[in-house]
């Protein structure tokens, strides 16, 4: 199994730091950085484990047959990973977009 972000998430999340550290969600930028390391960490562990649900089908623009997954942080906070699965060489790849 493995778990890919395409280069648009990936940018996404690393613009989150500074975002999230300037309109002070986190005393310290270090802990914005540590806060996005583990929200990946947490979806490339735990999203084959997880209830995963079909997307709606507006999503179909980015993929078809896309699915989702919510990633609670808190009370407050749920991040919803979009992703495909497929199967190559018998490994399910999933790619978030």
């Known amino acids: ?16 730091i500074p975002i999230l ?3 002070g969600y986190f005393g310290f930028e270090e802990s914005a950085v ?3 390391d583990e929200l990946r960490k947490d979806i490339e562990t735990n ?12 999503f179909d623009k980015y993929g078809k047959s896309m699915y989702y997954a919510i990633f ?6 749920a991040w919803y990973a979009f992703f495909t699965k497929y199967n190559e060489n018998g490994d399910t790849i999933y790619w978030i977009w």
């Open 47 to 58: 999203l084959p484990k997880i209830r995963q649900k079909p997307a709606p089908l507006y």
């Open 1 to 16: 199994m493995k778990v890919l972000f395409s280069p648009k998430v990936q940018d996404y999340l690393d613009s989150l």
């Open 72 to 77: 609670r942080r808190n009370k407050q906070t």
């Open 34 to 36: 540590r806060y996005i």
């Open 21 to 23: 550290y300037e309109n």
